[in-house]
């Protein structure tokens, strides 16, 4: 068997407010709580498991979603009807844009326990 990934622990403020973002930005559904965890699961079967932890413990982690163009127009629709902040950059430096990287579209945005979601068209150096 070759190594995949199989699920992370995602710290949040609120699980399943956490899990319930990210789903809806990503068209994906949010499965059914399992002891602390709210999961959230990939079309690659990588789960992000969304645990609540007091505010002092959420360390800023940086997730990326490589989607396709469809999936970027409709996850970039609901970035901007919701009024969260979006960035062409990880440093954030350039709000309001997204980037046009290795010829695909890419923007970063930040989840409600200040986390840096990116979701892109194409894998950087591809």
Known sequence: MSVQLNHTIVHSLDNKASA???????????GPEWGPFVPVSTANGVTLDFATVPAESITPQHYAFLISEEEFDSAFEKILASGVEYFADP????PGEINHNDGGRGVYFMDPAGHAMEIITRPYGG
């Open 20 to 30: 319930a973002f990210l789903a809806d930005v990503l068209g994906l559904e949010v």
């Open 91 to 94: 440093h954030r430096r350039h």
